[in-house]
């Protein structure tokens, strides 16, 4: 129904900044709450930040509160993460996520609540 795909990973130096991208497409017109999630290795796939459909709320984990900010393009069906002050345990493949919202005023921090998923980027940051 919804296809994802993630770009703007890469290596970047600590301190430096990254700007993710997820475009989404197909049936891009049904309202989506969506979200970021990073996975390292060995490590359980995490909550990074999530937004409402219609942009109005955030919700960020406390490791990238304020480093972190996550925004949302409707109209050219594209989300948002601007990664700054980046860390070395930063560094993950970071993944995109969405899942049907009707009220479109919702927010969702858990993986198993989404159902659409990109396929990752890679971030390395290094010390």
């Known amino acids: 129904q919804v296809q994802l795909v993630e770009s703007g990973g890469g290596l970047v130096q600590a301190g430096g900044s990254l700007r993710l991208s997820c475009a989404a497409s197909g049936r891009t017109s049904m309202i989506f709450a969506m979200g970021w999630f990073r996975q390292a290795p060995g490590k359980e796939r995490e909550f990074v930040a999530a937004?409402?459909?219609?942009?109005?709320?955030?919700y960020y984990d406390d490791s990238v509160k304020g480093r972190f900010t996550i925004s949302r393009d409707n109209a050219n069906n594209t989300m948002y993460l601007q990664m700054n002050s980046l860390k070395p345990e930063d560094t993950a493949v970071y993944y995109c996520a969405a899942r049907r919202d009707y009220g479109g005023s919702y927010y969702y921090a858990a993986a198993y609540q989404y159902n659409h998923w990109g396929q990752g980027t890679q971030v390395t940051v290094s010390a």
């Open positions: 937004i409402t459909w219609k942009g109005g709320r955030t």
